[in-house]
């Protein structure tokens, strides 16, 4: 089982407050990704780390920020919430090489509802 | 980074053999061919990986043929715990494309 943990699990918040959502990876992963899904819908990346001081935007453009400033720790950060930013916050991380050099290991996901 | 086809849904029932087949037809020469499994209100869940030929583990077989231009997920005797979205990707690089998948349901 993958270690990569994400809290809170649901988080039910008023919109303009500003909000951080944890992700965590015990697994030593250099590379760590940030996606949004909404229900039924396909995942799209948001953002992504190599590593420690590392991030970058992803595919789907979003109001959001991350900070990698330990290997283990990848936070995103909304500065003020909009009901358009209910969704779901997937975490993943990877190792950087190896044989499975593309295998990715989701937490079990943020559900986000701003009112 | 190459873009992949695969059916929205598929029905099988219990004890069937299930082929997910995808399309990549502008796939790299590195490019891996990945596929994961996801329940509702989960994460994805990786199933298998390959480049060419066959890659067979204890819960599913991945055909890929020479010209790697599409590949087929095999789930042989599938269960109800089996329904799911699985999603074909091709990995060449750090960012991946997950796509809409295919939803499978399997029935009693």
């Known amino acids: 089982e993958a270690d990569i943990y994400q809290t809170p699990r649901y988080l039910v918040i008023g919109t303009g407050k500003k909000i951080t959502l944890e992700c965590s990876q015990t697994?030593?992963?250099?590379?760590m990704y940030w996606y949004q899904q909404d229900p039924g819908m396909e995942l799209h990346l948001i953002h992504y780390s190599y590593g420690v001081n590392s991030t970058e935007k992803g595919d789907l453009s979003s109001e959001s920020t991350v900070s990698r400033i330990r290997t283990e720790h990848f936070p995103l950060t909304l500065e003020s919430a909009r009901p358009s930013h209910t969704s779901q916050y997937l975490c993943a991380s990877s190792p950087a090489g190896g044989h499975l050099i593309y295998e990715q290991y989701f937490g079990p996901g943020t559900r986000l509802t701003v009112t | 980074l190459a873009k992949t086809t695969q059916p929205i849904s598929m029905d099988s029932y219990e004890g069937q053999e299930v082929n997910i087949t995808c399309s990549h037809n502008n796939i790299a020469t590195n490019d891996y061919i990945t596929w994961y499994q996801q329940f509702p209100s989960q994460g994805p869940r990786f199933i298998i990986q390959g480049y060419k030929t066959k890659v067979t583990n204890e819960v599913a077989s991945l055909f890929i043929p020479a010209d790697r231009k599409s590949s087929t997920l095999s789930l042989p005797r599938v269960s109800l715990s089996d329904t799911a979205v699985y999603y074909c990707l091709v990995t060449g690089g750090f960012k991946t494309i997950f796509g809409a998948g295919t939803r499978l349901f399997v029935k009693a």
């Open positions: 697994m030593g992963h250099d590379k």
